[in-house]
């Protein structure tokens, strides 16, 4: 093979692939050129005048040939489908690579959740990656499905598609010096894999601390000051745009030619609807370019800064040596992706797939289909007693990001209980640990989902995954949770004890096998249920209610342990003193 690839270059012999007066987008220069590209074998090898070399030739005339684009950091589970589907709907959008981290379903079925998203990852032409799970669960504070440590982690760096250790969210166990943490940690560096960061309300100390255990990526920056404090450190900074936190905007101004290789681009969490809507880390790039990064720029971001970051060898350009993964684009600035090749292969046209894979045909675990243990709960479960008290802690949602503020406001009282007020905008919250069946259940008190009446619900709750439930009344919250454990697992609205609207998530209560367009069918629905419950909420109120449970996030968020402050890294009381 490699013979013929030298042979290919110098024109000795044909290429399988030539693709004629292109206009090639340069990312290790910053540049764009026309000329022909060579493939063969999967490789491109060459960039030139290679007019009639070509056993296959396409005029590339007004297109521009641009590589292959890697998401950088990505929980397939949010999209809610599996990684088949997954690349089914990325693949058209020139999206040919994905640093995937599965703590997500890790968080409810261990190590079988991991070899279930790696076999699924096996069946499609999309690279997807693997990071392996640095905290299962995120805390020692709440319960989740399983627990992995160092022991657990250390087979699966043999596996395939492994790359290295996910986003390490326990930075106390970081500082204080954990034996299973400091494990992990060695167990990848010693393998001379990347290890990602999880660096939210990270100051300069704790920056400092966590590049000398070389974690280097952080996908929690959100300020154009932070991604300075993070390039100085050699922190690359993975700029995120996905359905809940949309960072990319307020960091454009600190994007520089100079420091744009410490920069790549990704989408964290992003539901399907949304990227079938608006695109993956493709619009990232689209709202690069749009806010003044130079196309080639804001390219490099989605392509060659990511292979170089995890160390993808001979990934994310267009040069000889390197995997032919790339698209033919029609406009640069609007990033209309027309054809996408993997391994010299068309793999899609026109916004799909040539040949889908099919997601039925995966053979699912019994393990990952039998995850959602309730407790009966009743209405006590959700009382909020006030202790005499008339004011309360309160969850305050922040629309485009993942950070609550923690509020102090006056509420309502049935007798010495908190009492729900629409008209205020404070609404019950419930977590309840689904995995064991423990009876652990937590109760607060959330203010913008903006619900004037009903209750949703969802398995999806970062990262523990248990129940949580939001509503404006105990009874169709009551009702919402029974919904759930029918299902065993997914997504329910309820009004007036009514389901009015679900996607059913079987495989561990966090995706389906189902294709994509029947869950997007399902979350149309899902919103115009939620649109007509919460007129006023301005954004996807069910992905920022999965986010409520995230206790490694600032400020407030609610666990099934209780009711939890970042600040004080402890539990606190719903009830404040007067």
Do not use: W
């Amino acid at each position: 093979m490699l013979k013929q690839q030298i042979q290919s270059a110098v024109k000795h012999t044909k290429s399988d692939l030539v693709i004629t007066n292109v206009q090639v987008v340069d990312v290790f220069s910053q540049d764009i050129f026309t000329a022909d590209v060579a493939i063969n074998d999967g490789f491109f090898v060459g960039i030139g005048d290679y007019s009639g070399f070509g056993r296959e030739e396409i005029d590339g005339r007004g297109k521009y040939l641009v590589p292959g684009l890697i998401d950088a950091h990505a929980h397939i589970e949010s999209t809610l489908v599996t990684p088949i589907e997954y690349s089914n709907v990325c693949l058209p959008r020139g999206i040919t690579g994905v640093i995937a981290d599965p703590h997500e379903i890790a968080n409810v079925c261990g190590a079988a959740g991991i070899r279930f998203m790696l076999e699924c990852g096996k069946k499609v032409p999309m690279d997807i990656h693997l990071m392996l799970p640095s905290c299962v669960p995120a805390t020692s504070f709440e319960h989740s499905g399983a627990i992995m440590t160092a022991d657990d982690l250390r087979p699966l760096y043999d596996e395939d598609g492994v790359l290295g250790l996910a986003e390490v969210m326990d930075f106390p166990a970081v500082l204080n010096g954990s034996d299973d943490m400091l494990s992990k940690i060695l167990d990848a560096d010693k393998r001379g894999c990347r290890i990602d960061g999880h660096c939210a309300g990270f100051g300069i100390d704790q920056l400092n601390m966590y590049a000398a255990a070389n974690i280097r990526t952080d996908h929690e920056c959100d300020t154009a000051e932070g991604v300075i404090d993070r390039a100085r450190r050699g922190i690359y900074t993975l700029i995120r745009e996905g359905t809940v936190c949309k960072d990319l905007n307020k960091m454009l101004p600190a994007v520089k030619q100079k420091n744009s290789p410490m920069l790549c681009f990704a989408t964290d969490d992003k539901h399907l609807d949304d990227i079938l809507e608006n695109g993956g880390v493709d619009n990232n790039i689209r709202m690069a370019i749009s806010g003044g990064v130079p196309a080639p720029t804001a390219i490099q971001m989605g392509s060659l800064n990511v292979a170089r970051c995890y160390q993808l060898d001979r990934r994310g350009a267009v040069a000889p040596g390197y995997h032919a993964d790339f698209s033919l684009v029609a406009d640069l600035h609007q990033f209309t992706v027309e054809k996408v090749f993997k391994q010299g292969k068309l793999v899609a046209e026109n916004g799909a797939v040539i040949k889908a894979v099919d997601s039925g045909d995966m053979l699912v675990p019994e393990k990952l289909l039998d995850t959602v243990h309730l407790p009966e709960i009743g209405e006590k479960d959700l009382a909020i007693p006030m202790n005499g008290c008339s004011r309360a802690n309160i969850i305050e949602i922040v629309p485009g990001t993942v950070v609550s503020n923690h509020l102090v406001e006056k509420v309502a009282l049935d007798g010495d209980s908190f009492a729900v007020s629409t008209e205020n905008d404070q609404l019950k919250i419930c977590v309840v640990e689904r995995h064991s069946g423990t009876g652990k259940a937590a109760t607060a008190i959330v203010k913008g989902l903006k619900l004037t009446r009903g209750a949703i619900a969802t398995t999806i709750a970062h990262d523990s995954h248990n129940l949580i439930i939001v509503g404006t009344n105990d009874r169709d919250m009551l009702a919402a949770a029974g919904y759930i454990r029918q299902m065993q697992g997914g997504i329910v609205v309820v009004d007036g004890g009514k389901k009015l609207a679900a996607v059913e998530l079987e495989i561990g209560g966090l995706i389906t096998g189902r294709k994509a367009e029947a869950v997007i069918d399902d979350l149309a629905q899902l919103h115009r249920e939620i649109t007509a419950l919460a007129p006023e909420c301005s954004f996807n109120p069910v992905l920022a209610l999965s986010f409520m449970s995230l206790v490694v996030i600032p400020e407030l968020k609610i666990c099934d342990s209780g009711l939890f402050s970042f600040q004080k890294f402890d539990f606190i009381p719903v009830a404040a003193a007067d």
